[in-house]
């Protein structure tokens, strides 16, 4: 009886979650034919508005700038059109956007020309059709006949797929057969594993096809938002190109910069490591038993890299410290190889969370040695605004200037008594040429901030850029005062 009972269960098991499979089998189908299946022939037209922030190079970590703008999309299964304008102050700037899945034209806000378009941007563009409409990614997912994944669940039928690196994940609800949720997991040099998430909301009907009126954008793990509101859709038959293809249109390959550096010795104590891919120099200071590094540009590789040659300069000497002048990548995007060194990062109240955020951050999607052997960061928080590194003999002293930077809220410099020099990441951008024009704010807090301090500056050097365009990475103080009197 026992075993009669058992066999009935099972069967009964097995039928259910055969019929549950089965359901999840067909409900990318479903979808399709809600949300896609009217537009195959027709363009969806959409009228939105959107508030949009971006991490630019703002003054605090996580700052955003924000942006609102209006527009139109025209989209179906195979193409997506896009012309917008964005509100800055009193004035609008538009944009035009053509794509297919084997072209990508873009003209940028009051841009005449075409931006280049590499075949990552090409292949990944997809993602940000998403932000207006789920209709060509989810053809996408139908032509790839993307099967349901294990982690479904009673509420929701998920499907993955991989576009670009990126892993892009579809929720569609078993209750109406509707996409409701799109994430897109992605690999930041400095950041780690980031997500994005796309909540689709408040469908309405036009005709045969569901769309949704209201999309939320949460992006980098959740701490920006992005909003776009649809307030009005139809079909259109066709639609003119915003846009002309040139006649000999190409897309051209990712092109990685390939690493290279060299060292300088500026004095017994200091040397320069200058990262030509990057464009930035980097400050090796050698003390009688360490080594102190300033500045680590864009990623933990060249951290490692930065590593390498300074245990060339000094191969007995651990680096006990890591410092960086503000949070920006350019200048901390290297943090995680110090901290996986062992180095004590040397940071300040208005980017200490900052740092343990880089630090702790996961980077499954490309492992970094931290990610692979996690180790504890090491914080050495300033307790004021200035701070002493010394063996006795030598010197160096940094100084956190924070908002009188008129950069950003954590930016910090460092003096050298011995040799009179300066070294800062990107306050002084003085010309090679030799014009000279009136101090912009960021040199005329860097002349302010050296004279209250009392310094005695001989020689300024300038982190970022250190050998491109026009300007000086080595400057004689002489030529910042000279800005602060011309006319």
């Known amino acids: 009886m026992k075993k009669t009972i058992q066999s009935a269960f099972i069967l009964l098991f097995s039928s259910v979650s055969m019929s549950m499979q089965a359901q999840s089998a067909n409900l990318l189908q479903e979808c399709w034919k809600k949300e896609v299946s009217a537009a195959k022939s027709n363009f969806l037209t959409l009228t939105f ?18 942006f609102k703008g209006n527009g139109m999309v025209w989209c179906n299964a195979d193409n997506f059109q896009k012309l917008d304008s964005v509100i800055t102050g009193k004035r609008s700037h538009v944009s035009k956007i053509q794509y297919t899945k084997t072209s990508l034209l873009t003209q940028n806000y009051d841009a005449r020309m075409l931006s280049p378009v590499s075949k990552s941007k090409l292949a990944s563009y997809v993602l940000q059709t998403a932000r207006f409409s789920p209709v060509i990614l989810l053809d996408l997912f139908k032509e790839k006949n993307s099967q349901p994944e294990k982690e479904s669940t009673n509420y929701y039928a998920l499907y993955k797929a991989t576009i670009d690196k990126k892993i892009v994940s579809l929720y569609i609800r078993k209750s109406d057969s509707l996409l409701y949720q799109v994430t897109i997991l992605e690999d930041d040099a400095m950041l780690g594993d980031l997500m994005t ?36 859709a139809s079909f259109t038959p066709s639609v003119s190109p915003l846009l002309v293809k040139p006649a000999a249109y190409s897309y051209g390959d990712d092109i990685t910069a390939q690493a290279s550096v060299s060292v300088e010795k500026y004095s017994n104590n200091i040397h320069f490591i200058t990262l030509k891919h990057t464009d930035d120099k980097v400050m090796v ?57 062992g180095a004590k990062i040397i940071c300040n109240n208005s980017n200490k969370e900052y740092v343990k955020y880089v630090a702790n951050a996961k980077h499954t999607l490309n492992p970094d040695e931290l990610q692979r052997h996690p180790k504890a960061l090491e914080l050495d928080t300033m307790a004021g605004n ?42 002084t951008w003085i010309r090679k040429d030799g014009y000279q024009v009136k101090a912009n704010v960021r040199q005329s807090a860097l002349y302010s901030s050296i ?18 365009g026009n300007i000086l990475s080595v400057i004689p103080y002489t030529e910042l005062e000279k800005t602060i009197v011309a006319h």
């Open 197 to 232: 998430n796309i909540a689709y909301d408040e469908f309405k009907a036009i005709g045969d096809l569901a769309y949704p009126s209201k999309i939320g954008i949460h992006k980098f793990n959740g701490k920006v938002i992005d909003e776009v509101a649809v307030s009005n």
């Open 285 to 341: 200071v050698e003390f009688k038993d360490f080594l102190l590094v300033a500045e680590a540009p864009v990623s933990t590789e060249n951290g490692e890299l930065i590593l390498s040659e300074a245990k060339k300069i000094a191969p007995s000497k651990p680096v006990r410290y890591f410092v960086f002048g503000h949070h920006h990548a350019e200048y901390m995007g290297g943090l995680r190889a110090f901290v996986s060194e």
């Open 49 to 66: 508005s959107e508030k949009r922030s971006e991490l630019e190079k703002n003054f605090d970590p996580w700052h955003a700038t924000n």
């Open 386 to 427: 200035s701070k002493v590194i010394s063996d006795g003999k030598f010197d160096m002293k940094i100084f956190w200037i924070g908002a009188k930077s008129q950069h950003t809220s954590d930016f910090m410099m460092y003096y050298f008594p011995a040799e009179k020099m300066l070294f800062e990441d990107d306050l």
């Open 451 to 468: 004279k209250e301090l009392n310094l005695d500056v001989k020689t300024i050097i300038q982190s970022s850029p250190a050998n491109s």
